[in-house]
């Protein structure tokens, strides 16, 4: 139970870690390789593909941290219960549009791998290339859920009401820092 904990907590960070590595030292090493006169067929291509991943397992992570652009002018101008009712809705509105990417992403990931397109350098099945839509989105589809979950037990009064926006808790934790360092000096 222990190790689905770590794994449903830090899976998204795993998986960025991984994708940004193996894409930074593949970019990186074809940088000192044309340095040389040589020039890495595959590596780009590579590179290319790991940020793919990384832009789909990057939303699934935003979402799990709320840490997503959006225009949040409603959000201001509303209070407590009112400001998670509307970020239930944009969170009922992203999961729709996110169902829909797992749906026809599965859906056109299995035709490639049904017709065996592989990629011009690396050859690998291009429909593992276009699982990451898929793969992403439905993570994203569970950190939604989540979310949902937490912010429907806030309005029926099962939690603590959680609202603060990205600008409150920057100001919070600058205040906090503040307090921390007024303290006396050991």
């Known amino acids: 139970m222990n190790v689905l904990r770590k794994i449903e907590q830090h899976l998204e960070e795993w998986l960025l870690i991984i994708f940004g590595s193996v894409m930074t030292a593949v970019i990186f090493l074809q940088v000192v390789m044309r340095e040389f006169g040589n020039s890495l067929s595959w590596s ?7 940020f793919i991943w990384l832009v789909y397992i990057g939303i699934s992570y935003g979402v799990k941290k709320q840490r997503h652009i959006k225009v949040d002018v409603l959000l201001i101008l509303l209070k407590g219960k009112w400001k998670i009712v509307l970020s239930l809705l944009a969170n009922i509105l992203f999961l729709v549009f ?3 990417v797992v749906y026809y992403g599965t859906e056109i990931s299995s035709n490639l791998l049904r017709l065996g ?18 793969i992403g989105m439905g993570l ?7 979310n949902m979950y937490h912010q429907i037990m806030m309005l029926i009064g099962k ?19 503040t307090d921390d360092s007024s303290g006396p000096v050991r």
Do not use: F, N
Request: charged fraction near 35%; proline fraction near 4%.
């Open 140 to 146: 994203t589809v569970l950190r939604l859920l989540q």
């Open 98 to 100: 996110a169902a829909l």
């Open 117 to 134: 397109q592989q990629s011009p350098a690396l050859h690998i099945e291009m429909g593992l290339v276009y699982l990451a839509a898929p």
């Open 44 to 50: 780009e291509e590579l590179g290319r593909y790991c």
């Open 159 to 177: 939690e603590k009401i959680d609202v603060a926006d990205e600008r409150e808790r920057i100001i919070e934790e600058e205040e906090e820092m």
